[in-house]
């Protein structure tokens, strides 16, 4: 299915070659689910800015969405680090292959390693926010009743949401589950609490009561 330079709900979809590229990638490595979630996620993000009035890149807020779940895949994914810090690294190396400036660079990777970081990222640039929104809406539903049934029916029938709620936090935990450790102090916690019978969770408190200081 080509979807570069289609309009889906009043949503151009980006049709650069950095875009239609950065959209292979994701087909490349990411599962079908992975592919509509992330689809998605550019639609509603694209529609917030749309709806009020918020000044953005759209290719690089483009290629962000496409990146910003590929550090759950086998492809991405570290040993050691949190699976957003992943994206955020292939989509920073992915983008100086294009002659992308720093400044841009940085924005992109600020915008994968927040994108799971309510409270911090709808209060960075407009590409970090909108992120972050359309990532809550198509998961938790965060501004769900902003859209309405029309504009959510066009988007789902183009991009199928394939059984999300029951198959998300599986496919979350795939990406992460050999390193649970990377989760501490994120949401990703409590899918680890969630699918790991048993598991316990690094307690800030603890951490503070038994460092190595002597008071």
Same mark, same amino acid.
């Given at each position: 299915?080509i979807?570069a330079?289609k309009t889906?709900?009043?949503i151009?979809i980006?049709d650069?070659a950095m875009a239609?590229q950065a959209?292979?990638?994701l087909?490349?490595h990411?599962s079908e689910?992975?592919? !509509?979630h992330t689809?998605?996620?550019?639609?509603?993000?694209?529609?917030?800015?749309?709806?009020?009035?918020i000044k953005?890149?759209p290719?690089?807020?483009y290629v962000?969405?496409?990146f910003?779940d590929?550090?759950?895949t086998a492809h991405?994914r570290?040993?050691?680090?949190?699976?957003?810090v992943?994206?955020?690294?292939?989509? *920073?190396?992915?983008? *100086?292959?294009? #002659?992308?400036?720093? @400044?841009s660079?940085?924005?992109?990777?600020?915008a994968?390693?927040?994108?799971?970081s309510?409270g911090i990222?709808?209060?960075?640039?407009?590409e970090?926010?909108?992120?972050?929104?359309?990532?809550?809406?198509?998961?938790i539903?965060r501004?769900y009743?902003?859209?309405s !049934?029309n504009?959510r029916?066009?988007?789902v029938n @183009? &991009?199928?949401?394939n059984?999300l709620?029951?198959?998300?936090i599986?496919t979350? &935990?795939? #990406?992460?589950?050999h390193k649970p450790?990377?989760?501490?102090?994120s949401?990703?916690?409590?899918?680890?609490?969630?699918?790991i019978?048993g598991?316990?969770r690094?307690?800030?408190?603890?951490l503070i009561?038994?460092s190595p200081?002597?008071?």
């Amino acid at each position: 299915m080509i979807i570069a330079g289609k309009t889906i709900a009043g949503i151009k979809i980006p049709d650069s070659a950095m875009a239609k590229q950065a959209t292979e990638l994701l087909r490349e490595h990411g599962s079908e689910l992975l592919y !509509n979630h992330t689809l998605r996620v550019y639609i509603f993000a694209a529609l917030n800015g749309k709806h009020n009035s918020i000044k953005y890149n759209p290719e690089l807020l483009y290629v962000s969405t496409m990146f910003h779940d590929l550090g759950l895949t086998a492809h991405y994914r570290s040993y050691d680090k949190r699976f957003e810090v992943d994206g955020a690294n292939a989509a *920073r190396d992915f983008l *100086r292959g294009h #002659g992308v400036p720093p @400044q841009s660079l940085q924005l992109v990777w600020d915008a994968i390693a927040l994108h799971t970081s309510p409270g911090i990222a709808e209060y960075k640039e407009s590409e970090v926010a909108l992120l972050n929104y359309g990532a809550a809406l198509d998961v938790i539903g965060r501004g769900y009743d902003q859209l309405s !049934n029309n504009v959510r029916e066009e988007i789902v029938n @183009q &991009f199928p949401r394939n059984g999300l709620k029951k198959n998300m936090i599986t496919t979350f &935990f795939d #990406g992460f589950k050999h390193k649970p450790h990377t989760t501490y102090g994120s949401i990703n916690a409590d899918i680890c609490a969630c699918m790991i019978p048993g598991y316990e969770r690094k307690d800030y408190c603890d951490l503070i009561l038994h460092s190595p200081w002597s008071e």
